[in-house]
Each structure stands twice: as C-alpha cells, then as structure tokens.
C-alpha cells in the first residue's frame, strides 16, 4: 500500500495561457532541480469501474484500470482526508494482464468494508467511464525531498460526453510535506493556478450519471463528537467551511451563477467565524495573516451583495418581476445599474490569481501542521479540554450578544433589521459549527425562525435597493412604485416583528 500526498491545481484555460506556454514555465523552474532521468512524457488510458448502483462510490473507492506503453495495472484508491486541494489518500497498484475487468481478489482483503459481498461484487463490476490524457511528469528535488509535479492535458469521456483535463498535482514521495507547499507557491508565482477537489473520477461519474455539479442547499453542521478535543473542534469547523467555500468555487467555474458565490461565501464566513468563536483558545495573533487575507477576500466580493438585489428583481423568475414585468423602461434602469458592478470573469481571474490561491495554500498548511502552536500563548490545557463542556458557553456568547441587540421590547424598524443581520448570522454560524453536538430536532426548531428572520432582511434590503433607486427614476409609475415598495416594506416589517418576538422567547436548545 501506499499513501498519496498530493496536491492539485486546475489550471487556467487555453484562453489564458496556452499548454505550450505552461509546459516552458514548469520546464523553467523544474529542470535545474530534475533528479537523474527525471522528466518523461506519456500517454495514459484510464479506464474506471463500479457497479451499476456505484456501490465503489459509496464506500468512497475509486478503481481504475490504467494503460501505458503496452503496461496495465489495476488500482484501487481507498476512503481518505481532503483539506483544501491537499489530498491524502490510501492505494494499491496491481500488475496485470488481463485488461477487461479489474480482479479484486488480488487487493489486500482487509480493505473492503463488506467482505462478504466481494464476489457479488467482482461479478457486477462496469466500466462507466474513461480519461485520455498526456502526462508530463518532473521527479525534482526540492530542499531534500522528493517530490513528483505532473501536468496532464486531455479530457474524460462517458459514452458521448466528454470534459476537458487540464490539472497540476504535486505528490511527495519522499521528504517534509512542507516543501510540498513551498514549491507549490513557487508554481502559483508564475502560473494561473487554483486549488481544486474535483478528481477525474469524480469528474467521470457526473459525465456518467448526467447530473453538472450544483450549489448545495445549506452549509449545514460541522460533525462533530463530544470527545473531540477542542482544537480537533476548531480544526474540523474550519475544514468544513474551506470545503464548503472550494466546492461552491468549482460550481462556479462551471456556472458562473451569482447564487454560486453567495453560497460560496458562507464557507468563508464560517471560517472567518471559526476564528473569531475559538479566539480564548486559539489566539487571533496565531493566524493573524490569514485574519488579514480573509478579510482582503470578503472586501473583494463587496459588490455581490447589491448585485444579487438586481438580480431578484429583474429575474424572470424572481417575487418582483410580476409587479414590473411590462416595464421594460424600468428594468432597464435597474440592469444599467448592475453594469458597473464586478463582472463574473473578473472573478475567475480572482480565483486563479496568485493571491488568492496562496490564501488557501496558507490556511491548508496551518491546518495541516497546526500552526497556532508555535505561539507560546496557546494553552495546552484549554485547547485540549473536551469540547462537550464549553460548547453551551460558545453558543450563549453569541445568544447575549443577539438579546442586547434585539430588545424583546423594543420596536424594530427597516433600518434596525438592517443593522442587525450580521449578528444573526453569527448567531447561525455558531450552531453550524458546534450545533451537531446537540439534540437534532430542539436545533432545528431554535433555529427556524432565524433563518427566517435572516431570508425576511435579505428581502427588505432587495426593496431597499429598488426603492433606492426609485429616487433617481424618471418613469410616469414612479410615484406608485414607491408607494408599492412602501407597503411591501410595512408589511414585511410587521411579520419579521412576529417572528423576533417568538424567536427571543424560544429556549436556546444548547
């Protein structure tokens, strides 16, 4: 068996920088650090198989049965741990020469999590689907380790439907894993390059099953157990989010959807909250200078907001649309008003920008090697307490906070909703982080008229907008627009009032 470390980048399109011109500059900086007949150029054939109902799949597996220079193997990858675009993966490689079907009698029998099944298995076994693609691969030595950079171009195939491949990995095979990042910031210095989880399996099975990536509903809960430790609990809300956050990312590199980024977006504030939550135990200081890229990345998605209020109401499909759906005058305006605001390739730019991809390089590799530890400000005993006996003081925190600033007694108005909506969604941020260590049905129940009070400020801030705009509006139906935004407004005010008042009597679940 072996155990991949690896990293992997997508790398921008042919539009951006050519395979030729992707080639020279790993040339460049590889050649000078090649180990003795280190470079070679193959075409590989991949051919990967389930079963039917892709039980390989559901066990996490990936087997493929893989094509060169006249040599077969069959490889079986196992369940691993992703962090980032940093994957760590068990496998086994089998010489072969039957190339039809893999034989599963030849991997370690101790890897199957249903031995019993094994032949019914072996019988069912499927091709589903195929990847071709040239390999160009440098073994170099990096700062005493060994790492291998491979550039693959091609494409995967399922019957008639095919995806292009254009993908860096690094993997270490021998060495410091840390040289693996600091070589990867090398590639990211002179190539567009983004972190990507999207393996040509995966990749494969979407083709085979017809079914495009798309936004997940809800960030959800970060799984956590009332053994973990409280560091092992920081750790694994952060990787929740990160994954969250990438995976959005690759939906939007495919779709280019506003919707895209704003779900996006909620994996990077559950990071950024992450950060803030755990700060009596894992200081600010200890990762200030992700602190500092977060908050440049946030600023970068500063238009988004507004951009999203345009679109719901212009939509053909959005709640407004009906009421101004024969005002093309109007609907004009307001998409002239969207003009000036970030365009979606600029966002692609962003993602396979050097700054941005060293980001998540950062936050991966702190996560990796934990490195708030070198600050002599971590103390042991906190950070190594169960995390079942402070995560009712983590949630009352944020519970406080919210009851200071939504007086039960107090009348809220647009504005004061407006104002408020960043502490409920760190209200709700922290039930996504260390909610899953309570009851399931007392959570929901606590938390559904938030997420409702939540989607109500979104609505008022879409008619904030319109009626914003409004001022400067020269239609004949001006004047009854604004009467009609000022009802809408009354009247959705009015339910967000019934909705606190319940809420903030509600028995916290924690």
């Not at 919707?259 to 009596?280: A, F, M, W």
């Not at 936050?363 to 530890?373: D, T």
Request: aromatic share 10%; charged share 25%; hydrophobic share 35%.
């Amino acid at each position: 068996m072996d155990t991949e470390i690896e990293l992997k980048f997508a790398v921008a399109s042919e539009d951006v920088i050519e395979s030729c011109e992707v080639k020279a500059e790993l040339d460049k900086l590889l050649l000078p650090l090649l180990n003795t007949d280190g470079y070679n150029c193959k075409k590989l054939i991949n051919t990967y198989f389930d079963t039917p109902n892709q039980q390989l799949r559901a066990y996490d597996f990936g087997l493929r049965i893989r094509t060169r220079d006249q040599h077969s193997e069959q490889t079986i990858k196992t369940a691993g741990r992703v962090v980032g675009g940093l994957h760590k993966r068990p496998e086994y490689n089998i010489d072969i020469e039957n190339t039809q079907k893999p034989d599963l009698s030849l991997f370690p029998s101790d890897i199957w999590p249903e031995p019993a099944l094994l032949d019914e298995l072996q019988n069912s076994l499927v091709p589903l689907f195929s990847t071709h693609f040239t390999r160009h691969l440098w073994l170099v030595n990096f700062e005493n380790s060994v790492i291998e950079v491979v550039f693959d171009t091609g494409d995967v195939s399922s019957e008639n439907k095919t995806v292009d491949i254009r993908e860096i990995e690094l993997e270490l095979v021998d060495g410091d894993m840390r040289q693996l990042f600091e070589l990867a910031n090398l590639l990211t210095d002179v190539l567009p390059l983004r972190l990507s989880n999207d393996s040509k399996a995966a990749r494969g099975y979407r083709l085979f099953l017809g079914q495009p990536l798309g936004n997940q509903p809800e960030i959800g809960m970060c799984r956590l157990n009332v053994e973990m430790t409280v560091e092992q609990a920081f750790q694994q809300s952060i990787e929740h989010g990160l994954a969250y956050w990438q995976y959005h990312e690759e939906v939007y590199c495919q779709q280019q959807h506003l919707s895209n980024l704003q779900q996006l977006l909620k994996g990077i504030y559950l990071v950024r909250h992450t950060l803030n939550l755990y700060r009596e135990f894992i200081p600010k200081k200890a990762g200030s200078q992700i602190w500092q890229e977060i908050k440049w990345l946030i600023r970068e998605f500063s238009w988004l907001d507004e951009a999203v209020h345009i679109k719901q109401l212009t939509s053909k499909r959005g709640i407004y649309r009906k009421k101004i759906a024969e005002d093309e005058q109007l609907i004009s305006y307001l998409e002239a008003s969207r003009k000036g605001l970030q365009q979606e390739s600029d966002v692609i730019n962003l993602f396979y920008s050097k700054r941005y991809t060293q980001l998540i390089l950062s936050l991966m590799r702190w996560l990796v090697e934990r490195g708030w530890r070198c600050y002599s400000e971590i103390d042991e005993n906190k950070i190594s307490q169960n995390i079942g006996t402070i995560a009712a003081q983590l949630n009352q925190q944020d519970w406080e906070k919210l009851k200071r600033v939504m007086p039960v007694k107090q009348s809220f108005d647009v504005e004061d909703y407006i104002q408020v909506e960043k502490y409920v969604g760190r209200g709700l941020l922290s039930g996504a982080s260390i909610g899953s260590l309570f009851d399931n049905e007392e959570r929901s129940d606590f938390r559904a008229p938030w997420l409702d009070i939540l989607e109500g400020i979104f609505e008022l801030k879409t008619l904030a907008l319109f009626d914003e705009n409004l001022a400067n509006y020269q239609g004949e139906n001006g004047d009854e627009l604004k009467v009609w935004v000022s009802n809408k407004v009354t009247s959705l005010v009015k339910v967000l009032e019934q909705s606190r008042q319940s809420a903030l009597k509600m028995t916290p679940y924690w």
